[in-house]
C-alpha cells in the first residue's frame, strides 16, 4: 500500500475531490515527509506548514459544499525562492534578500491559489539563479537525493530535488539558460521551460529578462500538464507575454500512435557528451523510432557562439537587474544613518555571493561606452541568427533531441571554482533560451552508478504540444516509476 | 543682445527642458496618481514604483499620446514605433538604480526627432521700429522622449549641518516626463528666457500640463562660448534662474578665455544662494550610464494612422490661434500677442466673445485697460504663473463683454468705464453693480434730452439769442447738460439736439 | 583588459565593495570571461542583414497598453490593500545615507 507522497498528484487530488480522503490528510502526510526527509536534502529555504493546513481545511469546507475548487485541488506546490508569494520570504538564497517578505503574489502563484493549489514553501536555489549546481546558496548546497554528496543541478535545484525525493509532486522553477531543465536531468524528473511569453514574468526576480521563464517540475507528465495549463496565459501586468490560446491536452496513447512526429537528433551534441549520457541519449531515439516517428541526424550552425552569446546578454541584463538592491527599502537588517551614500551603497552590496558579484562586474563591463557593439550588440545579433537557424529546422522537423547536460551528476565542490568550466555545461541548454524557444528534459535512464541522465526535446516557439506528446510516449515506454531515489 | 561678444566670441546656449504631464491621471509605469502633491509621504507608491523585487514596468498609453502631441507643437518627426532604454546609475532617489528613459545612439527609439519652433515673440511697442530678429528666430529641437521623474530627497530643517542621514519620498518617482533637448540655437539669455514662456505656455495650450504646479516643468541649460567646449548647468529651480546662472556662466567662461585657461567641458551645478556655478558632486562625474533595450516593455507600434489621429485631437497652437485673432479678428498683431502668451489670458478673452461678438473693442478693453491695470508685483506674478488664472482681477470676462459694449454702442463713456474698472479691481465689486450704484446709464432717449435742454433754455434764455452768432455756446449748453447729468448723456445726440432745440425756438 | 585597477574602477561603477584580498582572484576570473567572450569576435555578421535585435525584440501594439485610470481607491473596490512595509522610515520618509 503506497503512502500517499508517492502517488502522482492528479491521483491524489481526485480523491480529495470525490471526498475519499481530505485535503487536510493529505498537507499533513507531506508535511511529516517534508520533517523526514528535507534535513538530508535542504530543498527548501522557507516552509509554511501552517499556512497550507489552513488552506487545505479551506479547501476541504469548499468540497462538502459543492464548490469547484479548480485544477489543482489540495496539490502542495513548492515555490522557487525568486518567486513572490504575499506574506512569505522571498531571499533568492541570497544574503541581500534575508529580511525580505513579499507584499504581493506572483501571477503564476495566484493562478495556482485560484485552482486550489498550496503553496507550501519556497524552494533552494543559486543565488539569483546564477548557477548551474544550486552550490550558490546562503543557505547550503541542495543535495542530489539520489546520492547526497553530488549536486541536484541549478538554479532551480531545490525545486527539482524536493520533487524527486517525493516530498511535494509539483513545484516551480525558472529556467533564464537551463535552470529548469538541468536539476530535472540531475535528479531524474520531468521539467518544461515554457515558450519565451507564455508565462507571466509578474512577480519573478529578474536576473535576465529576456531570457527567462518560470516552469513547472513534476514526476510524470500527467501531473506536468494540468499546472503547465493553469500559470500560462497572457498577464496585463506582463507586457512580454503574448496573447494566445494555452490549452494543452495529454492525448491518449491510441491518438498519439497515429501521430508521426519527425524528430531532428542533434547528434553531435551526444557525440560530445560523457558516453552514458550519449548511449541513454540513443535509447530513448530509439524508443521514438520504434514508435514509428521519423528519425534523422541533423545540426544547429552557430552553436560555437551561443554561449557566449548568452552570457553576455545575460550578464549584461543581470548587472541592471541587481541595480535595485542597496538595502534602502528592504533586503536584510541595518540602517544607513551615518553613512555617505557611496560608501553605504558598496558596502551594503557587498553582500552579494562572489558568483553574482563576478557577473555583475562582467555584466557592468560589457555595457560600459565603447563596449556596447563589441559584446552586447554582437551577441543579439548572434542571437537573432541562432533563432533563424531554428527556424529553418522547424520547417523539416517537430522536434529536435539531444541530452540535457553533457554530462552525469558531479561531487559537491568539483567544479564550483572555475566558472567558465561550469558555463560550458549550460551550453544544451541555453539554445531553448536564446531562441525563445519551449524546451523539456525528460528522465532517460540511470548510469551504471546509480546517476539520472535526462534527454531533451525542443519543440518551435509555442508548440509545447508536440513536446507534451512526445514525453507521454516516452514515459509509456519507461515510466517514472521505474526511477525512484531511496531516501 | 549679447550674441557676439567684444572679443568677437559666438555664444551659443541650448536647453533640456523636462515637462511633468501633470494631466494624466496616473505615473508612467504603474496606476498611482501622477499628481503626487498630496500625498503623505510614500503613501503614492506601489510595488513597481518602489522597485520592489519581480516587479515590471506598465507604460501609460496616454503619456506617449501627451508626448506625441508635444512632438507635434515642435514639427518633430514621429517614428512609427519607439522603443524604452535603461539609464544605469546609482542614487538614493532612484529605486531600480536605472531610469527608465529613451536613448537614440544606438538605435531611434525616441518618442519624437529633428523638429524645429518658431518663437511667437514677444510683442514689439507699438513704437518700436527696431526689429529684433534674435527673437523671431527658429530653434532645432534635437529630440523628445518619455521618461520616468526619480523620487525626492529632503532632508529635516532643523538639523543640516548635523544629518547623517536623508530622507526619501518615492511620490514622485516614476512620474511621468517628457524631456526636450533643443540644439545650442540660442544666443542670449534674454532669448531663453523668452523661449521658455512661450513654451510653458504652449504645454497649457496643449493640455498636458498645469504649469502652475511646483516643479512641473524644469530646465538645464548648457553653455558654449567662442566654439569652445559645452558646460552643463544643472540644478536650477526656476526660469527666473535659468537666466541668471547663464549670465553667470558666460561671465566665468569669459574670464578664464581672458586668461588663456581652457574652458573644461563639464557639468556644473547652479547653486542659488550664492548665484554661481559649482563644479558638480560626483553623481554627474560618472557619465558611465551602461545604455541598453529595456528588456521589460516591447517596441511599441504606433501605426501610420497614429499621427494623423493625435494631430486631429491637438487643440489648437497659441501660432495658430494668434493667426486667428489676426486673421479672422483682425486684431493687431501687438494685441494679439499679449493675448495668446498666457492662455489664460487668452480663454479670458474668448470667453467674453460669448458675451458680446466685438473682439477689437473687446480685446482692447483686455489689454490696454485691464492688463495695464495689473501693477507690476501681479504681473511677475501670472508670468511665474503662481497666480492661478486672473482671479485675483475681481472682474469676469462677462462683464468685460457688457461694459465694451455699453462703451461701444455708446451709452458708456469711455473715460467714465475706465474709472469703473479701476474701482472695480481697487474695491472688489463688479463693474455692473459699481455702474448701478452711480446711476450712470447713459441717457439716451431723445425724449429726456430735450427735456434737460428745455429746463437750460428755460433757465437762462439769453442763450438762444448769443447762439445765433457765437459758435461756443453748443459747446457750453452741452457741458451744462454734462454737469447736470454727470456725464451720462450721450455726447453727439445732444450735440444734435442742441442746435435743434436752438433753432426751433 | 588589466588587472587591478580597472576591477576597482569596475566595482566603484556597480557599488560592489570587494575586499583587497580578493581582488587579484576575481580580477583573473573576469579576464578568463572575457576570453571566452571574445569567441564573439570570430564571427563577422558580414552578408547578414537583421539588425541586432530585429527578429527578437517583442512589439506591442499602441492599443495594447496600460489605460490611463488610476487604481479603485479603497473605499470602492472594499478590498484593503497590504500596506507596503518599507524597512528604516522616519514620519513616513524612507531613510536613507548621507549625500
Known amino acids: 500500500m503506497r503512502s500517499l507522497y508517492e502517488l502522482p498528484a492528479f491521483v491524489v487530488s481526485r480523491k480529495i475531490q470525490d471526498q475519499e480522503i481530505s485535503a487536510e490528510e493529505y498537507i499533513s502526510i507531506i508535511i511529516e515527509r517534508i520533517k523526514e526527509v528535507d534535513s538530508k536534502v535542504n530543498s527548501f529555504t522557507s516552509l509554511n506548514f501552517e499556512g497550507a493546513l489552513t488552506m487545505s481545511r479551506a479547501i476541504d469546507k469548499k468540497i462538502k459544499e459543492g464548490i469547484n475548487t479548480g485544477l489543482l485541488t489540495g496539490i502542495p506546490v513548492g515555490i522557487k525562492d525568486n518567486i513572490s508569494v504575499q506574506g512569505l520570504k522571498n531571499t533568492c538564497a541570497s544574503r541581500m534578500l534575508s529580511e525580505y517578505v513579499s507584499p504581493y503574489d506572483a501571477t503564476v502563484v495566484s493562478k495556482i491559489k485560484e485552482q486550489g493549489g498550496i503553496i507550501i514553501g519556497k524552494l533552494n536555489m543559486d543565488e539569483f539563479g546564477m548557477g548551474t549546481t544550486s552550490e550558490y546558496s546562503s543557505f547550503g548546497p541542495v543535495r542530489n537525493p539520489w546520492d547526497l554528496e553530488y549536486v541536484a543541478g541549478g538554479s532551480s535545484g531545490g525545486s527539482a530535488a524536493s520533487v524527486a525525493s517525493l516530498q511535494i509532486p509539483l513545484s516551480l522553477g525558472s ?45 510524470t507528465i500527467y501531473d506536468l500538464v494540468p499546472i503547465l495549463n493553469v500559470i500560462s496565459g497572457e498577464d496585463p501586468k506582463d507586457n512580454t507575454t503574448v496573447h494566445k490560446k494555452y490549452d494543452y491536452q495529454l492525448n491518449t496513447i491510441d491518438n498519439l500512435l497515429t501521430k508521426k512526429y519527425k524528430v531532428g537528433v542533434l547528434n553531435e551534441f551526444i557525440d560530445d557528451s560523457e558516453i552514458e549520457v550519449a548511449r541513454t541519449s540513443q535509447k530513448k531515439v530509439k524508443q521514438l523510432e520504434d514508435y514509428g516517428w521519423e528519425i534523422e541526424d541533423t545540426r544547429i550552425p552557430l552553436a560555437d557562439y551561443a554561449l557566449a552569446s548568452y552570457y553576455v546578454i545575460a550578464t549584461a541584463e543581470a548587472s541592471s537587474n541587481l541595480s535595485r538592491y542597496d538595502n534602502l527599502r528592504y533586503g536584510y537588517e541595518g540602517s544607513p544613518e551615518g ?63 539531444l541530452p540535457t547536460m553533457p554530462v552525469l551528476p558531479f561531487k559537491l565542490g568539483e567544479k564550483i571554482s572555475q566558472p567558465i568550466e561550469q558555463y560550458n555545461l549550460d551550453v544544451y541548454t541555453i539554445l531553448a533560451n536564446l531562441a525563445g524557444l519551449t524546451a523539456i528534459s525528460i ?30 510516449m516516452l514515459e509509456r515506454a519507461e515510466g517514472f516509476e521505474k526511477w525512484i531515489p531511496r531516501i | 543682445m549679447i550674441s557676439k561678444m567684444k572679443t568677437g566670441q559666438v555664444l551659443k546656449i541650448g536647453l533640456e527642458i523636462h515637462c511633468q504631464l501633470t494631466n494624466l491621471q496616473t505615473k508612467l509605469f504603474c496606476d498611482c496618481l501622477s499628481n503626487y502633491r498630496n500625498s503623505s509621504p510614500n503613501e503614492n507608491t506601489c510595488p513597481i514604483c518602489l522597485g520592489l523585487p519581480g516587479t515590471l514596468p506598465l507604460l501609460n498609453k496616454k503619456a506617449v499620446e501627451f508626448a506625441s502631441m508635444i512632438c507635434m507643437a515642435f514639427n518633430c518627426n514621429i517614428p512609427e514605433k519607439i522603443s524604452f532604454y535603461r539609464k544605469n546609475y546609482f542614487y538614493p532617489d532612484l529605486p531600480k538604480n536605472y531610469q527608465i528613459t529613451q536613448y537614440n545612439s544606438y538605435e531611434l527609439s525616441s518618442i519624437g526627432y529633428e523638429g524645429a519652433i518658431e518663437f511667437v515673440g514677444e510683442s514689439k511697442s507699438k513704437t518700436d521700429t527696431s ?82 504646479l511646483e516643479g512641473s516643468v524644469r530646465c538645464d541649460v548648457n553653455v558654449s562660448l567662442g566654439g569652445g567646449k559645452k558646460v552643463e548647468i544643472k540644478n536650477i529651480s526656476s526660469f527666473k534662474e535659468v537666466e541668471k546662472s547663464i549670465y553667470y556662466e558666460i561671465t566665468r567662461q569669459k574670464t ?33 550610464y551602461r545604455y541598453f533595450p529595456e528588456p521589460d516593455i516591447p517596441r511599441i507600434i504606433l501605426g501610420s494612422k497614429f499621427v494623423s489621429r493625435v494631430r486631429a485631437t491637438l487643440p489648437e497652437l497659441p501660432i495658430e490661434r494668434l493667426k486667428r485673432y489676426t486673421d479672422v479678428y483682425k ?96 474695491s472688489g465689486t463688479s463693474p455692473l453693480k459699481i455702474i448701478e450704484s452711480l446711476e450712470i446709464e447713459k441717457i439716451s432717449d431723445e ?37 447736470e447729468t454727470r456725464g451720462r448723456v450721450n455726447p453727439q445726440i445732444a450735440m444734435k439736439l442742441i442746435k435743434e432745440s436752438l433753432e426751433a425756438n | 583588459m588589466a588587472m587591478g585597477t580597472d576591477i576597482k574602477k569596475l566595482c566603484a561603477l556597480a557599488k560592489l565593495e570587494i575586499p583587497e584580498q580578493n581582488i587579484a582572484e576575481i580580477s583573473g576570473k573576469v579576464k578568463e570571461v572575457l576570453l571566452m567572450f571574445d569567441k564573439l569576435d570570430e564571427f563577422t555578421t558580414e552578408g547578414f542583414e537583421i539588425k541586432s535585435t530585429e527578429d527578437l525584440k517583442f512589439e506591442r501594439a499602441f492599443e495594447n497598453l496600460r489605460d490611463d485610470r488610476p487604481r479603485p481607491t479603497l473605499e470602492s473596490s472594499g478590498k484593503t490593500r497590504p500596506k507596503l512595509k518599507l524597512k528604516n522610515t522616519k514620519d513616513g520618509y524612507v531613510l536613507g545615507p548621507r549625500i
Not at chain 1, 535526462?454 to 509555442?462: E, R
Not at chain 2, 521618461?147 to 530643517?157: A, F, Q, R, S, V
Not at chain 2, 493687431?332 to 502668451?341: E, F, G, V, W
Request: charge should be negative; hydrophobic fraction near 35%; include cysteine.
Open chain 2, 331 to 426: 486684431i493687431s498683431d501687438h494685441t494679439a500677442k499679449i493675448l495668446i502668451n498666457d492662455k489664460r489670458i487668452s480663454d479670458f478673452f474668448e470667453e467674453s466673445l460669448r458675451y458680446y461678438k466685438s473682439p477689437i473693442e473687446i480685446s482692447n478693453w483686455i489689454v490696454n485697460e485691464l492688463l495695464t491695470k495689473i501693477n507690476e508685483k501681479d504681473r511677475q506674478g501670472i508670468s511665474d504663473h503662481n497666480v492661478r488664472g486672473l482671479d485675483f482681477l475681481s472682474v469676469l470676462p462677462s462683464q468685460v463683454a457688457e461694459v465694451a459694449k455699453l462703451v461701444e454702442e455708446k451709452s458708456l463713456n469711455r473715460n467714465i468705464a475706465r474709472d469703473i474698472f479701476d474701482k472695480s479691481i481697487e
Open chain 1, 175 to 219: 529556467d533564464t539558460g537551463g535552470s529548469i531543465r538541468c536539476p530535472s536531468s540531475f535528479c531524474s524528473v520531468i521539467g518544461i521551460k515554457p515558450t519565451y511569453g507564455s508565462v507571466s514574468r509578474s512577480g519573478l526576480i529578474s536576473y535576465s529578462n529576456s531570457l527567462e521563464q518560470i516552469g513547472p517540475i513534476a514526476r
Open chain 1, 339 to 401: 553613512y555617505e551614500w557611496n560608501s553605504y551603497f558598496s558596502e551594503s552590496r557587498s553582500k552579494f555571493g562572489d558568483e553574482v558579484k563576478l557577473r555583475i562586474l562582467l555584466g557592468s563591463y560589457v555595457l560600459s561606452a565603447g563596449y556596447f557593439g563589441k559584446y552586447y550588440a554582437k551577441a543579439q545579433t548572434i542571437r537573432s541568427m541562432i533563432k533563424r537557424e531554428f527556424d529553418i529546422l522547424f520547417n523539416k522537423y517537430d522536434i529536435l533531441l
Open chain 2, 131 to 212: 526689429a529684433d530678429d534674435q527673437e523671431r528666430s527658429k530653434v532645432r529641437i534635437a529630440r523628445v522622449q518619455l521618461e520616468e521623474d526619480p523620487g525626492k530627497i529632503t532632508y529635516e530643517e532643523d538639523k543640516s549641518p548635523v544629518n547623517n542621514y536623508s530622507l526619501i519620498d518615492y511620490n514622485r518617482a516614476g512620474v511621468s516626463l517628457v524631456e526636450i533637448v533643443t540644439e545650442p540655437d540660442f544666443s542670449s539669455p534674454l532669448a531663453v528666457r523668452t523661449f521658455l514662456k512661450e513654451i510653458v505656455n504652449l504645454f497649457e495650450y496643449l493640455g498636458v500640463a498645469d504649469p502652475s
Open chain 1, 443 to 472: 528522465p532517460a535512464g540511470l548510469s551504471e552508478k546509480g546517476f539520472p541522465i535526462g534527454v531533451q526535446l525542443i519543440a518551435n516557439a509555442f508548440d509545447e504540444q508536440k513536446l507534451i506528446d512526445a514525453a507521454v
Open chain 2, 447 to 483: 425724449a429726456s434730452i430735450i427735456k434737460i435742454i428745455q429746463d437750460i433754455l428755460n433757465s437762462q434764455p439769453q442763450l438762444i439769442e448769443q447762439s445765433k452768432n457765437n459758435p461756443n455756446v453748443i459747446n457750453y449748453v452741452l457741458g451744462l447738460i454734462m454737469k
Open chain 2, 256 to 288: 578664464l578665455i581672458m586668461h588663456d585657461i581652457d574652458v573644461k567641458s563639464e557639468t556644473r551645478h547652479w547653486d542659488e544662494k550664492r548665484k554661481v556655478t559649482v563644479a558638480a558632486r560626483s553623481k554627474e562625474e560618472e557619465e558611465e
